[in-house]
């Protein structure tokens, strides 16, 4: 059992493969009761053989994105959001862990903002809040290049689309809507905004791209809906 998990995922070591998962708390007595942090829960993953799960990290407050990164040496980590900060996760013979206080943190992307060649963090800052931020990592210590609107922020995405580079965001609050930003990359990000669909809530988006058309997969909760949504190469 483990109980309110809010976020699972898969992360691979060599020829290994783990369960991670990440609980919202430990325990509340009513709904807004954040007294008992939540934590980080780990299995080795092999088909067939029972799931045995362990801590290996304690103390975090509201978490709630969780996001796969492949480091430039092809390691992965997991980059988890809380109102702590970011925790970074990965796996070296034992379980790894680091907090980096950038504020509080609900969803993570990761992606090259500024054309450097370095991934950059795209974040929902405050718990289910109100900035999408771009951070970029400056000697040790995270600095903001770059700031959007979002409003009960649940989405965020980024990646590229026939070379292009363009962010997502979704708000489940105000407008409740899924924008796509078209990004133009240099040392302060430009972003050019295109609203896909308002009145949506979406809470969850999957994208995927081939050669003629990109689709956009939203569990739209503040439409009761799962829409797909289809851009097409021009």
Avoid at 179 to 205: M, R, S
Wanted: glycine residues 12%; charged residues 25%; proline residues 2%.
């Amino acid at each position: 059992d483990l109980p309110f998990v809010h976020r699972i995922g898969m992360l691979k070591d060599g020829e290994k493969q783990y369960l991670i998962g990440a609980s919202l708390c430990s325990g509340k007595d009513y709904t807004e009761d954040w007294s008992r942090p939540g934590g980080i829960y780990v299995s080795e993953y092999e088909k067939g053989k029972a799931i045995e799960l362990k801590e290996i990290y304690k103390g975090l407050t509201k978490n709630h994105g969780m996001y796969l990164h492949t480091r430039a040496d092809g390691k992965q980590e997991m980059l988890i959001g809380a109102s702590e900060g970011m925790l970074v996760i990965h796996h070296e013979e034992e379980w790894k862990t680091e907090i980096f206080p950038i504020g509080e943190t609900s969803d993570i992307w990761t992606a090259d903002f500024d054309g450097d060649g370095k991934d950059e963090l795209a974040v929902i800052q405050g718990f289910h809040g109100e900035h999408i931020r771009i951070l970029k990592e400056l000697n040790g210590k995270y600095q903001m290049i770059g700031e959007l609107p979002i409003h009960f922020g649940h989405v965020i995405w980024a990646g590229r689309i026939w070379g292009e580079l363009y962010l997502i965001g979704g708000s489940r609050s105000e407008d409740k809507a899924l924008t796509l930003y078209k990004v133009t990359e240099k040392a302060i990000p430009e972003f050019h905004a295109t609203v896909i669909e308002e009145n949506t809530g979406a809470t969850q988006i999957c994208v995927s791209v081939d050669e003629e058309e990109a689709r956009i997969y939203a569990a739209n909760h503040g439409a009761g809906s799962i829409d797909m949504y289809r851009i097409h190469r021009s």
